[in-house]
T-cell receptor, first 114, second 111 residues
């Protein structure tokens, strides 16, 4: 079945350093890859997404790269700040028999140390 | 425009009791999802719906039922609650292959 693996499960970085979170998906038909940020006690919210026809996308300090051949995609956060501390989830989505399943990775808890 | 709203926000059930969680969205989205979130296990898909009157099973459907009688509402039912169903439940909706909008979550404890 479909599966999304996410690593690492926890990540601690010093303020100002970069953080990288990686996800691997199993279904080559997946064509949409969003990243969500979830602060403690709050709902997940989209921070960036990428579609299968694009290799890289940037939005200020956040970037996502996609390698379709290897079936993995990564979130890059540069110049990390304490407010970046949260749990980050990747997801993979595709059309299956006309439906739109949405499968998430297990999450990465990022701690930015001041 | 409230987005996605879940009720209730908190609930404590005794083993064997039943309850229904309500998800309402005002964005005219076709697709709606129910997830449960447990520590270290991310967001696992319980059931989902691709339109009014349709439902489908996700990764962990056992012990849950759903209904989508109206496009804006997606109900999640627990017929006989078990302690293993203690979790935080999130509803989400989306249109096509795009961002999913989440509700604020429901924290359910089964004792």
């Amino acid at each position: 079945g479909e599966n999304v693996e996410q690593h690492p499960s926890t990540l601690s970085v010093q303020e100002g350093d970069s953080a990288v979170i990686k996800c691997t998906y199993s279904d080559s038909a997946s064509n949409y890859f969003p990243w969500y940020k979830q602060e403690l006690g709050k709902r997940p919210q989209l921070i960036i997404d990428i579609r299968s026809n694009v290799g890289e996308k940037k939005d200020q300090r956040i970037a996502v790269t996609l390698n379709k051949t290897a079936k993995h995609f990564s979130l890059h956060i540069t110049e990390t700040q304490p407010e970046d501390s949260a749990v980050y989830f990747c997801a993979a989505s595709k059309v299956t028999s006309g439906t739109y399943k949405y499968i998430f990775g297990t999450g990465t808890r990022l701690k930015v140390l001041a | 425009n409230a987005g996605v709203t879940q009720t209730p926000k908190f609930r404590v059930l005794k083993t064997g009791q039943s309850m229904t969680l309500l998800c309402a969205q005002d964005m005219n989205h076709e697709y709606m999802y129910w997830y449960r979130q447990d520590p270290g296990m991310g967001l696992r898909l319980i059931h989902y719906s691709v339109g009014e009157g349709t439902t489908a099973k996700g990764e962990v459907p056992d012990g849950y039922n759903v209904s989508r009688l109206k496009k804006q509402n997606f109900l999640l039912g627990l017929e006989s609650a078990a302690p293993s169903q203690t979790s935080v439940y999130f509803c989400a909706s989306r249109v096509g292959i795009a961002e999913a909008f989440f509700g604020q979550g429901t924290r359910l404890t089964v004792v």
